[in-house]
């Protein structure tokens, strides 16, 4: 079976499902969504024009579907970012030079991605495009064996997936089960002296409102440097924060390793921004982190999370994907993988709505009491026709 033809297009969101309107007017919303006005420690807090809203200064590129499809008609479906750029990545370079090849051959492919990629880097936007077509291909091999993708991983490595919920709206996540849940940090480097004082009240709310017993974590978001990471660490101490997330820039390797220096009783959670499975293998060498946490649909794709979880299990570390849950991707990876004991589930909806409207994949499974019980369909069982890929067409 080769591969015929790989076309990337632009669509909408496939994980931001039905708006706080649309919630609003069914009766379901009782308050619109913490991602709507609140303040996020950001890269950009440095600079006022920036500061307050992320949003103000995120690319507005949309999100990138790709269809590789086989000689003999059978296609896959994948998904990836950053628009225009990584849609001309696959049309215009990496795609033409697959077609021909053997479309089951994921392993082969992936390498040759990675080298066909080595002129401009396969990290980065390459790293985007290597992960669309992936993910596609994984798709297609498991609706050509009519399998699951997580049994042609090696099977399920447990019943249902324990995941954690993320978001500052934490009384709801409390109201839908979840066990474990994790806080976007407001304040970082750039609000100065104050910002330790305002985190530490932030933190404290949180934990009296969810009790010893639920497990609670701090996203950083790129937005510390070592020293603010460290003073916070000590002031958060009381609080038993499972672990904190991404503290510092992530090309700054330098920086992470004096951070777990510094820091050497405090869990470490980082890699949502790190791109191939090179620099995860460095990170594992240096033992800076606790925790992995590749996003699949950047980091190279499921082909390229398999190798990262083999890295991360043999050094002692545990890997748990970036918005893993969100996706029938993610959740197939995660379910499949020994290295991966926790799942993430971004809550961006309203307080109310139920989780089953906020995503576009209408055969994907979604929490209850954080646990997911993944799709059986084959491929990753998102549920989507050609005709309903076409819709999400921009």
């Known amino acids: 079976m080769k591969i015929k033809s790989i076309e990337a297009f632009a669509i909408t969101n496939p994980i931001a499902g039905g708006t706080y309107e649309e919630a609003k007017q069914k009766g379901t919303a009782r308050r619109p969504p913490w991602t709507k006005d609140a303040e996020v420690a950001n890269p950009m807090s440095r600079y006022p024009r920036y500061k307050a809203l992320r949003a103000s200064w995120l690319s507005s590129f949309p999100a990138v579907g790709v269809i590789v499809t086989a000689d003999d008609g059978s296609w896959g479906f994948g998904t990836t970012g950053y628009g225009q750029p990584t849609i001309s990545l696959i049309n215009d370079h990496i ?12 392993e082969k492919l992936y390498d040759m991605m990675m080298r066909i990629t080595s002129p401009y880097s396969p990290s980065g936007l390459g790293s985007y495009a290597i992960s669309g077509i992936d993910l596609a291909l994984w798709d297609l091999k498991g609706k050509v064996l009519k399998l699951p993708v997580y049994e042609l991983a090696g ?56 009790g010893p017993h639920v497990e609670l974590m701090l996203d950083c978001w790129m937005a510390f440097d070592v020293e603010f990471a460290v003073r916070l660490a000590h002031r958060l101490r009381p609080f038993n924060l499972k672990w904190m997330e991404d503290c510092l820039f992530p ?24 791109y191939t499975p090179y620099t995860f293998f460095e990170a594992a060498k240096d033992r800076v982190a606790d925790i ?19 890295i991360a299990e043999y050094a002692g570390i545990d890997m748990y994907c970036h918005a893993g849950m969100n996706t029938p991707y993610g959740q197939h990876f995660t379910i499949a993988s020994t290295a991966s004991k926790w799942g993430e589930f971004f809550v961006g909806g309203a307080p109310g709505q139920p989780l089953k409207e906020t995503n576009n994949y209408p055969g994907m499974a979604v929490p209850g009491n954080g646990q997911v019980v993944v799709s059986d369909e084959p491929g990753f069982g998102h549920g989507l026709s050609k005709q ?5 067409a921009l």
């Open 292 to 310: 992995f946490q590749p996003d699949i649909h950047w980091v190279g794709g499921f082909t390229a999370c398999q190798k990262i979880a083999a």
């Open 251 to 274: 090309e700054d390797h330098t920086s992470h390793k004096a951070l777990r220096e510094r820091l050497p009783w405090q869990t470490i959670a980082t890699g949502e921004h790190w």
């Open 155 to 210: 099977g399920a490595a447990r019943d249902s997936q324990f995941c954690y919920a993320t978001g500052n709206d934490t009384d709801w996540h409390m109201e839908l089960g979840f066990k474990a849940t994790k806080l976007a940090c407001p304040y970082g480097t750039a609000d100065g002296l104050e910002a330790l004082d305002k985190n530490e009240a932030f933190v404290a709310k949180a934990r009296e409102l969810i």
């Open 388 to 392: 309903a890929i076409e819709a999400m």
């Open 95 to 106: 795609g033409p030079l697959l077609e021909g090849e053997n479309a089951l051959a994921t």
